[in-house]
């Protein structure tokens, strides 16, 4: 008669390399996601200082004015006469204005950017700020 040895009995391992591996990319994809999320439409400016609640927009079009009274829609030059032309081909009824224009940024030009951007069919404008702690 043949005896068999016992079976041994492996006991069950946690493999640490592919926890790892899913860390790391959902490290990348949130960091990704964060990205698409800032507003990289605006050209930079020396934005006013101030105090507000952080908003958040679904579909928005930055209307940029610099210091040397300059306008921009999304980092694309523009004049006084053609923006109403440019932003109504890129408007929707749900589309929101921030309007980023320079503290040094004459006013005059702001108020008229924005009059042809309502003029353009524009029911909501935003203005970005810094945030002042």
Do not use: C, W
Request: net charge positive.
């Amino acid at each position: 008669m043949k005896l068999r040895r016992p079976i041994r009995v492996r006991k069950g391992r946690i493999e640490i390399i592919p926890m790892i591996d899913v860390m790391f990319f959902l490290l990348v994809t949130f960091m990704l996601a964060s990205l698409s999320m800032q507003n990289l439409h605006s050209l930079p400016v020396n934005l006013p200082q101030g105090h507000a609640a952080s908003l958040q927009t679904q579909h928005s079009i930055t209307l940029t004015i610099d210091g040397n009274s300059h306008i921009f829609l999304d980092k694309t030059p523009v004049t006084l006469a053609n923006l109403s032309a440019h932003l109504k081909s890129r408007m929707t009824p749900e589309t929101d204005i921030i309007v980023a224009a320079d503290s040094q940024a004459p006013n005059g030009v702001t108020i008229q950017a924005m009059l042809a951007a309502r003029n353009a069919g524009a029911q909501h404008f935003l203005f970005a700020i810094k945030h002042v702690d």
